[in-house]
């Protein structure tokens, strides 16, 4: 499968971004998806998750109340809407997808990565 993110950009704090991962071929409903993001000089970290149905989410708690993940199988495509942005967001947001029902927070459980896109909130 091929994930192409789209949706990045440049905001101030407190704004509202959303995030779109389209998937190609016929077969996405049978992957979990998950989001993850890496800032300058850290290391890449889990943001989000969700299973194949999209019954089950999975939230960092650096995000939660603020950053939802969906999905909607139809349209090939797996959101990440994030609100209330801070600067401590910023950075390049990966797409993922793994293969099996249950989704997961370990970047070694992805079997399949987006190219990234820039997230940049300034203060």
């Known amino acids: 499968v091929q994930l192409q993110a789209s949706g990045g950009g440049l905001v101030q704090a407190g704004d509202s971004l959303r995030l779109s991962c389209a998937a190609s071929g016929r077969t996405f409903a049978s992957y979990a998806m998950g989001w993850f993001r890496q800032a300058p000089g850290k290391e890449r970290e889990f943001v989000a998750a969700?299973?194949?149905?999209?019954?089950?989410?999975y939230h960092a708690d650096s995000v939660k109340e603020r950053f939802t993940v969906s999905r909607d199988n139809a349209k090939n495509t797996v959101y990440l809407q994030m609100n209330s942005l801070k600067p401590a967001d910023t950075a390049v947001y990966y797409c993922?997808?793994?293969?099996?029902?249950?989704?997961?927070?370990?970047?070694?459980?992805?079997?399949?990565w987006g190219q990234g896109i820039q997230v940049t909130v300034s203060s």
């Open positions: 993922a997808a793994r293969t099996g029902r249950y989704a997961a927070t370990g970047e070694g459980e992805y079997d399949y």
């Open positions: 969700i299973s194949r149905s999209g019954s089950r989410t």
